[in-house]
């Protein structure tokens, strides 16, 4: 997989800009909207076999968040799932 600039801007959110590692740290009182999205993200990955899921940026209506499945960071908004090559920021 190719390091685009998608790639890179996605690896960094996850590494410096995650709002935490959960929902809950993310949102005060998430919605059940967010609660159910988040558990759905959350059993694709242990199904896959990813860890370390993040939130990657979250406002009033809706968040974006990643994890690592191999060599991948899987990035889900709120309507795309994306796979980028996963690229480490020291």
Same mark, same amino acid.
């Given at each position: 997989?190719?390091?685009?600039?998608?790639?890179?801007?996605?690896?960094?959110?996850?590494?410096?800009?995650?709002?935490?590692?959960?929902?809950?740290?993310?949102?005060?009182?998430? %919605?059940? +909207?967010?609660?159910?999205?988040?558990?759905? &993200? #959350? *059993?694709?990955? /242990?199904?896959?076999?990813?860890?370390?899921?993040?939130?990657?940026?979250?406002?009033?209506?809706?968040? %974006?968040? +990643?994890?690592?499945?191999?060599?991948?960071? &899987? #990035? *889900?908004?709120? /309507?795309?799932?994306?796979?980028?090559?996963?690229?480490?920021?020291?």
């Amino acid at each position: 997989m190719k390091a685009t600039k998608a790639a890179i801007s996605a690896n960094w959110m996850y590494d410096k800009h995650s709002k935490g590692a959960t929902l809950w740290e993310a949102y005060e009182n998430p %919605s059940r +909207a967010k609660e159910n999205a988040y558990w759905n &993200i #959350y *059993h694709e990955m /242990a199904e896959l076999g990813g860890h370390d899921l993040r939130i990657t940026g979250a406002n009033c209506f809706h968040f %974006s968040c +990643a994890y690592v499945l191999g060599d991948k960071l &899987i #990035y *889900h908004t709120h /309507a795309n799932r994306f796979e980028y090559p996963r690229i480490i920021h020291q």
